[in-house]
């Protein structure tokens, strides 16, 4: 069984913190076979009725295993989760507990409330880049073209029918267990033409007619995509400026095997890997940052920065997304700095082999591969 060590360092990191940990991410992401990489767990899968029956009297349950690490898998299941993970909190703070279930439930405004300063949320993402190493295969672009899903990752050839097949359990089990979708035809053509579309601008109405919903039922769809983590919804950052665009998101795909699926990209070609290293980036800040709260910038004149990063406790930074530094063009983030000096200006490319600086009349711009991006945002960079 492979071991993730980013996500197993996360998990250890997150126990020292809190004993109940939130994992989530998309279908076949690898929530199950991770956890049941950590040492010293005991796994129980809640799908199972003879487990559903043993957690009917949750507080006999811990009590039985008091000071043990446990796996609550598909927590969803059962009539109260949420009672059984404040119980643990509460009063079995030396139980460690990893719970995993429907994305709906922890985005729940019940389940935030009950467990408000009780638990980590930890958000499993496609694979990111410890996790090809550790996978054994660091080729960028096939993990590119076969996504990060790790069943997918690790094919031998492209995988067609798997695509399919997860299609069809995200809309059966996903979907209709779950939210108040009526139309499969207009919710999954919708989901398809996003993932040909992905980090496009969006805007509801052009949608409406191919998917035969009206503006509103889009707007919906893209809420229920969005909470499933299937898409990503970056807003635009502004000062709501008079030049700046400050209303229309742009929407990525969660993974970009789906989009060369859709796309039907047999191969990838030089014009492809740009497109796909911004999607690259964007699931490596997801992963490392733990946050959605990644924007873009764009103004009436129509430069625009891919992201823009402003936590608290991070640097104030402006990315670029580019496969080659060559590729790199100045006027974009010169533009931006004009009205926001105060921002670290980064390009991550990937042929940077060590980060750089270049001057650009008065605006001085860092060129980093990802890996000394993640470092400068982390504040561990050397």
């Not at 990525?252 to 492809?272: E, M, N, S």
């Amino acid at each position: 069984m492979v071991k993730r060590r980013f996500w197993i360092n996360r998990i250890e990191s997150a126990w020292e913190h809190r004993n109940v940990i939130w994992l989530s991410g998309v279908r076949r992401v690898g929530k199950t076979f991770l956890c049941q990489s950590l040492d010293d767990i005991e796994y129980f899968d809640c799908e199972r009725p003879r487990v559903r029956m043993m957690l009917e009297d949750p507080e006999g349950f811990l009590e039985r295993h008091r000071g043990k690490r446990i796996v609550l898998d598909e927590i969803h299941r059962l009539a109260n989760p949420s009672e059984l993970l404040k119980l643990a909190a509460d009063y079995f703070p030396d139980t460690r507990i990893i719970a995993t279930g429907s994305s709906t439930l922890g985005a729940s405004a019940k389940f935030r409330d009950t467990l408000t300063g009780r638990k980590v949320e930890l958000w499993l993402t496609p694979m990111m880049s410890q996790d090809t190493v550790d996978f054994g295969n660091s080729d960028l672009q096939h993990r590119m073209h076969f996504g990060g899903l790790p069943p997918f990752f690790m094919a031998g050839a492209l995988p067609d029918d798997d695509f399919k097949e997860w299609i069809d359990a995200y809309w059966a089990k996903d979907i209709q267990d779950l939210f108040k979708v009526e139309k499969r035809f207009s919710f999954i053509r919708f989901f398809e033409l996003l993932m040909m579309q992905s980090g496009g601008i969006f805007e509801a109405t052009k949608f409406a007619a191919p998917c035969e919903v009206s503006r509103p039922t889009i707007n919906n769809y893209l809420q229920v995509l969005e909470s499933t983590f299937i898409v990503h919804v970056v807003r635009p950052f502004s000062s709501r400026r008079q030049r700046e665009i400050i209303a229309a998101p742009k929407v990525y795909a969660f993974d970009t095997g789906f989009i060369c699926y859709f796309r039907q990209w047999d191969h990838l070609r030089p014009d492809d890997l740009g497109y796909l290293w911004e999607h690259i980036v964007l699931n490596e800040l997801h992963a490392q940052l733990q946050t959605r709260e990644i924007r873009y910038w764009r103004d009436k004149q129509g430069h625009e920065v891919d992201f823009i990063i402003q936590l608290r406790g991070k640097p104030k930074s402006a990315i670029e997304c580019k496969w080659s530094a060559n590729e790199f063009n100045a006027k974009n983030l010169i533009s931006f700095s004009k009205l926001y000096p105060d921002y670290e200006l980064m390009v991550v490319a990937n042929d940077v082999e060590q980060p750089f600086f270049r001057r650009y009349n008065a605006t001085m711009i860092n060129f980093v591969n990802l890996s000394h991006l993640i470092e400068f945002l982390l504040g561990k960079e050397k």
